[in-house]
């Protein structure tokens, strides 16, 4: 069993601006979070329109009640008064003859002139309440308000000016499932994903792609001086010494499921038989060795083939070829035979005995392009038998999984993939690229996301599974950018949605953090309404 925990060959060596991308997570990406959003809420109301109205009809009808009282109790009696002034004046100079203008006005203006001057200014008061109309009051004080908002706005902007605009959107579940996707939104994932994985311990990641989906990880992990090592199968199946850790019978077994992964359940007979028969053939091999070459020429020698010298002994050719099988019984397996030598002649043309003395930090197997062959289906098959084996029977901490193309993989082995990783608490992420058949099966076994899905039938399924609370249309999950992603999140007992961005390039930005959310930080009672996830936390466009 390979020691996973062995330290790696050279210290890490820290590349500039993408220190934050191996920062422990784990994290799928990050979410724009405006700082606009964590400013408190300005807390003076906007002007009512209404309320202005209604001020400023009481204005006016209490400037012209005002008016109406002065006149008729002041203004009257004054010019009253000033008249009776003016008749007495002319009566005392008809009786005596004596007349003083001078003395008469200041007499008027005494007693007649404050009376008259109140009556004036409430005269005036009431114009300039008829003069300014509501509409023309309330734009004042709408203006007035938004200078005040503004300035706040402005201080509460300066007080986060030191706060992330992008927030690390880490995953509380040790499983994660990615459904859908394109190339470039793989290798972005992964770049990000795989990179968080490895500042917490070993990784282990299986590109069955055949498009090279883990090149910006890998690429990304040499840049920064970590211990790696890939491999590409089936050219370096013998190099990476894979099938010298299956026992006999793991190795049978991975091999007959291959060839049934995806046969209907009636063939459960087939794939026995098969599997009995490989089983047969690995017991007789000298001392329990068995290596792909031997059991491709085991299988050669009972077709009564001629079997590459030195792959196996006489007694072994003699057992093949007589006793292991009975005449009638090799007659009804002779069809198992010929099939298993169409798959295992070219695993044997790749397979070799060896290991890598000293294992990596980041372990990388990419499954080369091309089409697939019945050959590669026993491969991938295999692949998926190892990692059980490997995160099962590990004497220390396993490295956390990541498998890109997990579609390749059939259900019952990735579940049982699955289940191992439950039970020693590894950390798995399965990348598939249709939300179908095996892979819907696996739908809600941990934490989901979803990143662009070919057609409508997947998108509608999506849709679906997030249910009608979150209304998130089919043709949304069809239009997602190449690195966004929706993730749904059930750990804490009910969905909640985060539209997560996880370009690398992120991780250079100023405001990137390495944190998680943030709450903003709304007064108790004032939360803003909740919109819907594909209209909140949209950042600007950025430069390329």
């Keep these: 069993m390979r020691n996973w925990q062995a330290p790696p060959t050279a210290a890490p060596v820290p590349n500039p601006g993408h220190e934050l991308l191996f920062t422990p997570g784990p994290r799928l990406g990050w979410v724009f979070r405006d700082r606009r959003e964590l400013a408190a809420a300005y807390p003076e109301p906007e002007p009512d329109a209404r309320v202005i109205q209604a001020r400023a009809d009481e204005r006016i009808a209490a400037a012209e009640l005002a008016w109406q009282r002065t006149w008729k109790w002041i203004g009257k009696p004054s010019i009253g008064l000033a008249l009776l002034l003016l008749a007495l004046a002319g009566c005392s100079k008809a009786v005596s003859g004596s007349f003083s203008l001078g003395l008469t006005v200041v007499t008027i203006a005494a007693t007649c002139g404050p009376g008259l001057a109140w009556t004036g200014w409430q005269w005036l008061r009431r114009d300039q309440a008829r003069d300014v109309t509501p509409q023309q009051e309330y734009q004042q004080a709408v203006a007035d308000w938004d200078q005040r908002a503004a300035g706040h706005e402005a201080a509460e902007l300066a007080r986060l000016a030191i706060q992330p605009e992008w927030d690390s959107a880490t995953i509380p579940a040790r499983r994660t499932d990615v459904f859908g996707g394109t190339l470039a939104g793989w290798q972005a994932l992964l770049t990000v994903h795989g990179a968080s994985l490895l500042a917490s311990g070993p990784l282990l990641a299986i590109d069955l792609t055949g498009q090279h989906a883990a090149v910006m990880l890998t690429a990304a992990v040499k840049r920064m001086g970590i211990a790696a090592i890939s491999y590409e199968l089936p050219q370096d199946l013998g190099r990476c010494g894979m099938l010298s850790e299956l026992s006999p019978a793991q190795l049978a077994a991975a091999v007959a499921e291959a060839l049934h992964a ?142 890109a193309g997990a579609d390749e993989i059939n259900r019952l082995q990735l579940e049982r993939l699955a289940d191992a990783c439950e039970m020693r608490g590894v950390p798995i992420t399965l990348l598939f690229r249709h939300l179908r058949e095996g892979a819907a099966g696996m739908l ?76 903003p930080a709304w007064p108790p009672g004032d939360q803003p309404p909740e919109l819907p996830w594909w209209q909140r936390n949209q950042p600007p466009p950025r430069k390329r």
């Design 262 to 403: 995806s046969v209907p359940a009636g063939a459960r007979t087939d794939r026995a038989v098969d599997t009995r028969v490989l089983q047969q053939l690995a017991s007789i091999l000298n001392g329990g060795v068995v290596t792909p070459q031997r059991l491709a020429a085991a299988i050669r020698a009972a077709l009564g083939q001629a079997v590459p010298g030195g792959m196996l002994s006489a007694g072994e050719q003699e057992l093949l070829t007589t006793d292991l099988f009975p005449p009638g019984y090799r007659e009804g397996i002779g069809a198992t035979l010929v099939r298993l030598d169409a798959v295992m002649a070219e695993l044997a043309a790749y397979a070799s005995d060896g290991w890598p003395a000293q294992p990596a930090h980041y372990t990388c197997l990419t499954l080369g392009g091309g089409p697939r062959t019945a050959a590669g289906e026993v491969l991938t098959a295999l692949v998926a038998q190892w990692l059980t084996v490997q995160v099962s029977g590990a004497a220390r901490d396993a490295p956390a999984v990541i498998i």
């Design 444 to 519: 809600g076994g941990g934490t989901t996301a979803f990143m662009r899905l070919g057609n409508h039938t997947e998108a509608e399924q999506a849709a679906a599974y997030l249910g009608p609370r979150h209304a998130v249309e089919p043709a949304a999950l069809q239009n997602l950018p190449d690195c966004a992603l929706l993730l749904a999140d059930r750990s804490g007992g009910t969905l909640t949605l985060r539209a997560v961005e996880c370009d690398p390039a992120i991780s250079t930005s100023p405001g990137a953090s390495a944190a998680e959310e943030l709450e």
